[in-house]
């Protein structure tokens, strides 16, 4: 009997102890919670105060650094991120006045290649952590990889937001923008098609494009000139006894950097400022002084990483980005040209690319007097860009010049 009332007091002693500890635990739990979530509201009042002693420093900029570098040296081929093929784009830069434009094409493998909008240029404004993040997964002229944060944003932080599009449509015109992409190769020697070229709205050239003395074959004006820091200073060397003196200066003329490597950093640094470069390759020289007087903020673009990546990804995807000299593999200057008209232009003609015959003429349309052949350099995949033209062609994207059909050269733009 007494064990039985024993066992009943010490069940109902656990009971007991058991209910308190219970309701202990609770309200422990509780008063942590409370605890937590006051010292975690403390936190974010913390957090917004420092914003406002920053001033209007973006939220999520705070805490954003660069990532750890990546190296090209590490990868055997090109690596494939998930976020790739993603791209930034903005507004369109202006209503498609033009029925016939290019953007309108029905063909449906262009149609779902082309994105009307994508980025194309780089500026001040559209550049922070994030998105040096994000191009630092990509080699140069695709992205920063290898790049130290500081050395590129120096020149990057300088470079001025457009003020305005590229082109824009000729007032009096039928509304839409045409325009002539006028490349170097031999097929233009002897061609006559100088006058057909200078009537379109608007001539871009690239590198070594040299029209004095040439005019009857190649026009003489030129409207946007693409090149990169190299092209620009080693042009007078290669094309010196050719007649080459300096780039194209037309009054008004827009140019354009393709922002290669590091060393167009520094050139886009010295530049800006108006100063000689500091370091690199091109220490001491005066960028300016290749402009020939038309330099001019406001008429001064640098293309966007994403945009060269998506000419790279979509149109011109090399299969020797998968060989071990994969990091420098890349598109032409003159391929980076035709797509930058492709996507500012409603028309685009092309000239003086790259053809099938290629083998009957120069490698240059200077080299008149001495038939050179066609050099194949490593970097760029000539073949692969030669049957890209033609297949833009052939879908009626562009118009290419070329001299074997049986009506040679293209209309004129009406
Ligand atoms: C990656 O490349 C860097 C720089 O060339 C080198 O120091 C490092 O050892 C490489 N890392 C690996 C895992 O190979
Ligand atoms: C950084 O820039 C990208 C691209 O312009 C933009 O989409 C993003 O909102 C920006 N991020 C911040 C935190 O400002
Ligand atoms: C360039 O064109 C001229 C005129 O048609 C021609 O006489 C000359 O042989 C051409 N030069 C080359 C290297 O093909
Ligand atoms: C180009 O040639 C045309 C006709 O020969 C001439 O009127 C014009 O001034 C030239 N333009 C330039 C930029 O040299
Ligand atoms: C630069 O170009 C803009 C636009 O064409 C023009 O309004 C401005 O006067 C030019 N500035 C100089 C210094 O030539």
């Not at 994105?115 to 993040?133: A, G």
């Not at 994403?306 to 994969?326: E, G, I, Q, T």
Request: aromatic share 14%.
């Amino acid at each position: 009997m007494a064990s039985q009332i024993s066992r009943i007091f010490l069940l109902l002693l656990v009971m007991t102890v058991s209910l308190v500890v219970f309701i202990l635990s609770q309200e422990s739990l509780l008063k942590s919670w409370t605890v937590f979530s006051g010292k975690h509201e403390l936190r974010w009042e913390n957090v917004f105060f420092d914003i406002n002693l920053w001033g209007q420093e973006e939220k999520t900029a705070v805490a954003e650094t660069p990532i750890p570098l990546l190296y090209r040296g590490n990868f055997t081929k090109l690596p494939q991120w998930d976020f790739d093929d993603v791209y930034n784009q903005d507004a369109p830069p202006r209503p498609t006045t033009c029925a016939h434009s290019l953007r309108n094409s029905q063909d449906e493998n262009f149609k779902k290649a082309f994105l009307p909008n994508i980025r194309l240029f780089l500026h001040k404004d559209n550049i922070n952590m994030s998105e040096w993040n994000r191009l630092s997964h990509f080699n140069n002229p695709f992205g920063f990889m290898d790049y130290k944060y500081d050395d590129v944003m120096a020149s990057v932080k300088l470079i001025p937001k457009p003020k305005e599009p590229l082109l824009l449509p000729k007032p009096g015109g039928d509304g839409c923008v045409h325009c002539a992409v006028v490349g170097t190769a031999g097929i233009l020697n002897g061609s006559k098609v100088g006058a057909e070229i200078d009537a379109h709205d608007y001539v871009f050239r690239m590198n070594g494009a040299v029209t004095k003395g040439y005019e009857e074959d190649v026009g003489n004006r030129t409207s946007v000139y693409v090149h990169t820091a190299h092209s620009i200073t080693a042009s007078p060397y290669f094309f010196g006894k050719y007649g080459y003196k300096s780039a194209p200066h037309d009054e008004g003329i827009k140019y354009v950097l393709i922002p290669e490597g590091m060393r167009d950093f520094q050139w886009l640094e010295g530049l800006l400022k108006g100063q000689e470069v500091s370091g690199g390759q091109f220490n001491k020289k005066w960028p300016r002084d290749y402009y020939s007087g038309q330099y001019n903020e406001s008429r001064f673009y640098v293309l966007h990483q994403d945009f060269l990546r998506y000419v790279r990804n979509r149109f011109l995807k090399s299969p020797n980005l998968n060989k071990k000299f994969w990091p420098i593999v890349r598109p032409t200057n003159g391929a980076f040209t035709l797509f930058l008209a492709l996507h500012t232009c409603d028309t685009v003609d092309a000239y003086g690319f790259m053809t099938d015959d290629y083998m009957k003429y120069s490698n240059y349309y200077v080299q008149k007097y001495i038939k050179t052949k066609v050099i194949f350099y490593a970097n760029h995949d000539y073949n692969l860009e030669k049957n890209t033209w033609k297949d833009l062609h052939n879908r009626k994207i562009i118009k290419l010049y070329q001299r074997t059909e049986p009506e040679s050269g293209t209309e004129k733009p009406k």
